[in-house]
């Protein structure tokens, strides 16, 4: 089977679900998905009262028809499927569209990458042929578990046979020493909002110029690595968000460099169909179809926002508290398989099935590849997309 | 200027034969049954042996410190599975990224169309596999840090991320 963990979308999961849930191969993340179909599993709600699905769905009906500013968020990992009807019900609702890839600089970046601005790759392209990555403001080890055994750094490619050990280096740049830097042959720590410096000082060595930056000799020395690579891909994660103000510099270095960009990101299937609709990722207002940062779920919420409707995605535990608190003052929608803060503080509640286990349909891995998510197990849950079908036929 | 580059080596753990000998007395004195020290400490190591057959580092005041740090060092051990050839895999700190899996030459070898390029075992002969989120051990007779060509091979070690296989032994 496929796990939906993460946008890795390993597909190399045995799994067996009996009287016990046994999962091969899937990294604990998502085992833990697997394993939590018995468990925390959302309730049917309204203003906290449990209720059946169908008055839940026309609760939310109402709420999105009499809202006069909504925004529709996530979601995180679910099927194209979901992703559309996402889309649909934004339109008819006239609400503004967005998830978390418009929290720093995930979205720009692959909005570039969808224009074609820059250079990318496929994971399996990164397997057979990368000899250096690097992971800019990213800890895939630890939101990607199994990013770098599948792809990018252990296993041995066509063109990599002799894997790790002598065919690829791996280079973490991050502001602390985390799982993905522990396991990196280098690692360039750099203070927050100082990328920028770095950034200069990589170009210099591309150029032929001495750093003026850190170690000189330290930065040399990965400068040229960096220049020396036959195939290098640069991951990029929410960590850019706080340290580069220059996002465009950052991506003329991508550029010099020749290096393939590969942002870690979840819930690109979205991205992709709002692109090939309106030109953009995310940020999107279907009242007016207008674009831009006021649509930022963030700064929509500090706004006239009055009603959210959130997709399978904790987002709550992802702001600040204030914001939170905002969320659960407006009228909040939450749709999902398992309750967490954000049901919390939700006025109404509607469970879904968990996709990729108890529904099936499409999903894109970061980069794009299409895989199929098959049903396998009956639930009584109904699919997250057709909970969203369901809204819009009620409006 | 606060640039730190560091360039990662494998780090020893203290969990050694020699981290737990500078603990003991080292006056060699026999009580516990073995003929010094270090081959208690060995001992300990291999779970051949228990901490309380040392009895001066409970009976002896100025010894406390160093039991209780022992204690501490070797609580993991004592809660950990330990294969017979002596791989130590923590399974509280293991998160299943599946590197080990992939490192290992042995899994590579026996496997080249799965641990090999990236994937699940696809073979019964690999040692290392991921089942429930956590690493698991099975044809340990086959690694290498074992049986008479022994190598001092640490390609599941130095890719774990948590610390999570060690080889107490040695
Ligand atoms: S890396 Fe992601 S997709 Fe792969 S098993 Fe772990 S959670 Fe699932
Ligand atoms: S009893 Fe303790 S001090 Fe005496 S030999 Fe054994 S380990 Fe050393
Ligand atoms: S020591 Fe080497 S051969 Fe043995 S399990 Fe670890 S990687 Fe495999
Ligand atoms: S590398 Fe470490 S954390 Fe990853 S699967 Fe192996 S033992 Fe577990």
């Known amino acids: 089977m496929i796990c939906l963990g993460c946008s890795c979308l390993c597909d190399d999961i045995e799994c067996e679900i009996g009287e016990e849930i046994k999962v091969g191969n899937a990294c604990l993340r998502g085992f833990r998905r697997i394993d939590s179909i018995n468990e925390n599993r959302l309730t049917p709600r309204v203003e906290r009262k449990e209720e059946n699905i169908d008055d839940t769905i026309k609760s939310a009906a109402k709420l999105l028809e009499e809202a006069k500013n909504p925004i529709i968020f996530g979601p995180e ?16 609702a006239g609400a503004i569209i967005d998830n978390m890839s418009s929290f720093g600089y995930s979205g720009y970046l692959v909005e570039k990458i969808f224009r074609k601005e820059v250079n990318t790759c496929t994971l399996d392209e990164t397997r057979d042929d990368c000899d250096v990555s690097i992971y800019w403001g990213c800890d895939p080890m630890s939101s990607h578990p199994r990013m770098m055994s599948r792809y990018s750094y252990y296993p041995r490619g066509k063109n990599r046979q002799r894997g790790w050990e002598q065919d690829r280096d791996a280079i973490s740049i991050d502001v602390r020493r985390s799982l993905t830097a522990e396991i990196c042959d280098k690692f360039i720590k750099v203070p927050p909002g100082r990328d920028f410096e770095l950034m200069k000082a990589f170009k210099d060595v591309l150029s032929g110029k001495i750093p003026k930056f850190g170690d000189k000799k330290s930065i ?16 990029t994660g929410l960590g850019l968000n706080y340290s ?12 010099d460099t020749g290096f393939r960009l590969q942002p870690i990101i979840e819930g690109i299937g979205l991205n992709k169909l709002l692109f090939d609709e309106t030109g953009h990722v995310n940020k999107i207002n279907y009242k007016d179809k207008s674009y831009g940062i006021e649509n930022n779920f963030v700064e929509a919420l500090k706004g006239d ?5 959130i997709i399978g995605s904790d987002v709550a535990s992802n702001i600040p508290l204030k914001l939170a608190k905002r969320l659960r003052e407006i009228n909040c929608i939450y749709v999902g398989p398992h309750s967490n803060l954000t049901s919390h503080i939700s006025k109404v509640n509607i469970p879904t099935a968990v996709c990729g286990i108890e529904s ?3 999903a894109y891995r970061m980069d794009l590849k299409e895989e199929d998510l098959e049903k396998i197990v009956d639930s009584n849950f109904l699919p997250d997309q057709e909970i969203l079908k369901r809204i819009g036929d009620a409006l | 200027m606060p640039v730190d580059l560091c360039t990662n080596v494998a780090k020893d753990s203290d969990l050694s034969p020699m981290g737990i000998y500078r603990l003991l007395p080292q006056t060699n004195c026999k009580i516990c049954g073995e003929t010094s020290c270090m081959s208690f400490a060995f001992k300990l190591l291999k779970k051949e042996i228990t901490l309380d057959k040392c009895t001066p580092l409970y009976e002896e005041e100025d010894y406390e410190e160093d039991r209780r740090a022992l204690e501490e060092m070797l609580r993991p051990l004592m809660e950990a599975e330990m294969t017979e050839t002596g791989l130590v895999i923590h399974e509280d700190l293991c998160f299943g990224c599946g590197n080990c899996v ?3 030459p042995v899994n590579v070898a026996e496997d080249p169309k799965g641990c090999a390029i990236g994937n699940g075992p696809t073979s019964d002969k690999v040692i290392l596999k991921v089942e429930n989120g956590k690493v698991k051990a099975a044809n340990v007779e086959s690694c290498r840090r074992f049986g008479e060509h022994r190598i001092l091979c640490n390609a599941c070690i130095t890719p774990c991320p948590a610390k999570a296989i060690e080889f107490p032994g040695g």
């Open chain 1, 220 to 235: 040399m020395k990965i400068g040229n690595l960096i220049k020396k690579a036959e195939f290098g891909v640069l991951f």
């Open chain 1, 77 to 92: 990992n679910s099927t194209l499927e979901t992703e559309k009807e996402a889309i649909e019900l934004a339109k008819k």
């Open chain 2, 102 to 104: 992939v490192a290992c």
């Open chain 1, 244 to 255: 580069i103000n220059h996002i465009d510099d950052f991506i003329d270095l991508v550029k």
């Open chain 1, 305 to 309: 926002i009055d009603t959210a409707l």
């Open chain 1, 360 to 362: 099936a349909g499409k």
